[in-house]
């Protein structure tokens, strides 16, 4: 019988991520203790390693889209939608 995958939450893995950029404890000792494999727990050091600058920066992420960036696709499928539906209407 095959174990299930376990799908830790975003605060789990910072905060066994964080314990691992410490260096109090090692790989093992971390993984014994929460249970994660090793390799996981040096990817989720990594990824925060990688990823900690963008969390100082000012006026938010840089890779945000503006508001009109976010609506505009949208209103655009409403507007095929409502011609779509206009044009099935004429033919029933």
């Known amino acids: 019988m095959s174990k299930k995958r376990t799908v830790h939450s975003d605060a789990f893995k910072a905060k066994v991520a964080l314990e691992a950029v410490k260096g109090v404890k090692t790989m093992n000792e971390l993984s014994s203790e929460y249970g994660v494999h090793p390799v996981l727990i040096g990817q989720w050091k990594r990824v925060l390693l990688s990823r900690a600058g963008e969390i100082f920066t000012r006026g ?11 609506t505009a696709p949208l209103f655009q499928e409403i507007g095929r939608l409502k011609v779509e539906l206009d044009w099935l209407k004429k033919k029933l």
Not at 60 to 70: F, H, P, R
């Open 60 to 70: 938010g992420s840089g890779k945000a889209k503006t508001e009109d960036e976010v």
